[in-house]
């Protein structure tokens, strides 16, 4: 038989506050979510992976509302695996552009750490040496627009 817990053991099992899976549930990120006699929530296994999930999505730069598009598809069955699938290929494209951007920062931050490094080892302003970024050859990263929404507090 399948365990059931209630919200404070899923915040325990999770690391997630209390708030948090309020959070994600009332804005309609938590699917299936059963109450008991006492009408308290009752989540079970899946949702443990639901929040995971979730977290990734969140953290990879997803927006609630396609995250809402997501979570509304799963509801629906696997009549919708084809546009489930579409959706998160097509956020796969964006985190792998962010990833690119971060690739860019990093190495300019390197950059900028070693000459640090070597003017306090000689005590002497070393020249600056260039730095070539996509943005310099012309071929910027595209920008994406943010939405701007609460995020949840940690635990």
Do not use: C
């Not at 949702?47 to 598809?73: F, K, P, Q």
Request: overall charge positive; charged content about 30%; proline content about 3%.
């Amino acid at each position: 038989m399948a365990e059931n817990f209630l919200i404070g053991q899923l915040a325990a099992r999770t690391g997630r506050s209390v708030h948090t899976i309020r959070w994600y549930e009332a804005q309609g990120l938590i699917p299936g979510v059963a109450r008991d006699s006492g009408r308290r929530r009752v989540y079970g296994e899946l949702h443990i992976n639901w929040l995971d999930l979730m977290d990734r999505l969140r953290r990879t730069g997803m927006s609630i509302a396609a995250m809402r598009e997501y979570t509304e598809l799963v509801k629906q069955g696997s009549s919708t695996l084809a546009k489930r699938q579409a959706l998160l290929a097509a956020h796969r494209e964006q985190v792998k552009d962010m990833i690119g951007e971060w690739q860019q920062a990093l190495t300019l931050l390197n950059t900028k750490i070693d000459f640090y490094d070597e003017w306090v080892a000689s005590g002497k302003r070393p020249a600056m040496k260039a730095v070539k970024t996509a943005a310099r050859e012309g071929s910027a990263p595209k920008r994406r627009p943010r939405e701007k929404a609460r995020r949840p507090a940690k635990a």
